[in-house]
């Protein structure tokens, strides 16, 4: 047995020797673990929240619903809906003892800091915003075509740099002509600038078999434990880093990006996701990566091409970063 699986476990004992508070709230629903993953039930996890629990379709489809949010989980899937947007889980909802369980990671790690957005100390604002146009000189991201995605990161870039500076940002980016920079040393410009939060900008690609393909993704990164859900996939257990601490910040960043880029642009949601990518490992500010778009489906790829279809982009991208601010941020 692995230690992280022991340490689970003590904890779970720990717990539940514990007298229960007189008043939490939300209070903690109880925490069961019979293989994989520590698991609550849907149940009492909606009843801690507020919210209502309905089978939309017996063992298959669920729904959790209350004054502002309703919530959509299917059984043995890691997708997951939350007031419209796609959300990709860490562990797939499962079914234990008969009824329908959400892993403890996804519940504090995922859903809380969705539901309840973390705030930012009083006083503190967002104002310096780093950019980072994807790939850069020897490196050209995805090709399709004489098209290389490393070009069209940095026009995305330069045209969100020019809007949220009328918003009243201060921007910076990692590169501003196409040159190579090592991963690792992103985020350390960032880190150097003072900002505030990080934005790495890319475009995806896909086979050509699979050119049908489209839609937009934000990820953020993946907690300790918990594997990947990008397509790749890292395995589990992953240690901690740097941007392992800022969790709940960048969980809702990805969110009201995510829901802002899909909403506005009216391409498929591929939902939020996670992943250990260098940028995103050693990001010591709120941190997310966008993949905005296919440049390998026809019709997606011809858009991204088109500066005024970036320019779409990026406002959907400030309004992202302009409903994040404001959820985060305490006046006074
Ligand atoms: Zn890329």
Redesign the pocket.
């Known amino acids: 047995m692995k230690s992280a699986s022991v340490c689970s476990v003590l904890a779970i004992l720990l717990l539940a020797c514990m007298p229960h508070p007189v008043e939490a709230a939300p209070r903690r629903p109880p925490v069961q673990r019979v293989s994989g993953p520590a698991y609550v039930r849907l149940t009492d996890w909606a009843r801690s929240r507020g919210l209502e629990f309905r089978w939309l379709k017996k063992d298959d489809t669920l729904q959790l619903s209350g004054q502002s949010s309703r919530l959509l989980f299917n059984v043995d899937s890691n997708d997951a809906d939350v007031n419209g947007v796609g959300v990709r889980l860490l562990f797939p909802v499962a079914i234990r003892d008969g009824l329908p369980c959400l892993s403890q990671l996804d519940s504090q790690m995922t859903l809380e800091p969705i539901l309840s957005a973390p705030r930012s100390r009083r006083g503190a604002s967002i104002t310096r915003i780093c950019l980072d146009p ?2 850069g000189g020897i490196d050209s ?2 090709r399709v075509g004489s098209h290389q ?1 490393k070009a069209y ?1 940095l026009l995305l870039a330069q045209e969100l740099a020019a809007q949220l500076t009328r918003a009243g940002y201060k921007v910076t980016l990692t590169r501003d002509t196409d040159r190579f920079i090592e991963l690792s040393e992103r985020a350390a410009i960032a880190k150097r600038r003072s900002a505030d939060l990080f934005i790495s900008l ?3 690609s896909a086979p050509n078999s699979a050119n049908t393909v489209r839609g937009a993704e934000v990820y953020c990164m993946t907690p300790v434990g918990a594997p990947s859900t990008n397509a790749r996939g890292e395995g589990s257990g992953a240690g901690w880093y740097p941007g392992n601490r800022l969790n709940d910040k960048n969980v809702y960043l990805a969110y009201e990006l995510q829901k802002s880029v899909t909403k506005t642009l009216g391409t498929e949601d591929r939902g939020l996701h996670r992943a250990r990518f260098a940028v995103l490992r050693d990001a010591t500010m709120p941190a997310v990566l966008i ?1 905005a778009g296919f440049m390998s489906n026809p019709a997606e790829g011809r858009k991204i091409f088109d500066a005024g279809y970036r320019k779409q982009i990026a406002k959907a991208i400030v309004d992202g970063i302009t409903a994040y601010r404001k959820g985060t941020e305490q006046r006074g």
Do not use: L, M, S, V
């Open positions: 994807g790939h991201g995805n995605e990161t890319h475009f995806n993949e």
